[in-house]
């Protein structure tokens, strides 16, 4: 029997999802994030707006960043 559990992933821990969070910020800053400042610091409430930008621009990679970090 399938058990859902197995089928997925484990969602990453509340620190690594902000150090994925920080990680998206830089890489995709000119194509997302173009409008805040490069040095912004990102904190763990600001995840999902990081994930919506992600979704909105940030193309496929982005967008299956998002899914992987808003878990």
Not at 21 to 30: E, K, M, T
Not at 35 to 54: G, K, N, S, T
Request: proline share 10%; aromatic share 10%; charged share 25%.
């Amino acid at each position: 029997m399938n058990d859902p559990a197995n089928q997925n992933p484990t969602p990453p821990l509340p620190v690594e999802k902000l150090a994925l969070a920080r990680q998206a910020f830089r890489d995709f800053h000119a194509r997302c994030f173009w409008f805040m400042r490069p040095d912004a610091v990102i904190v763990e409430e600001e995840i999902p707006y990081i994930c919506q930008r992600l979704r909105a621009d940030g193309g496929s990679s982005g967008f299956q960043l998002a899914a992987r970090l808003c878990q």
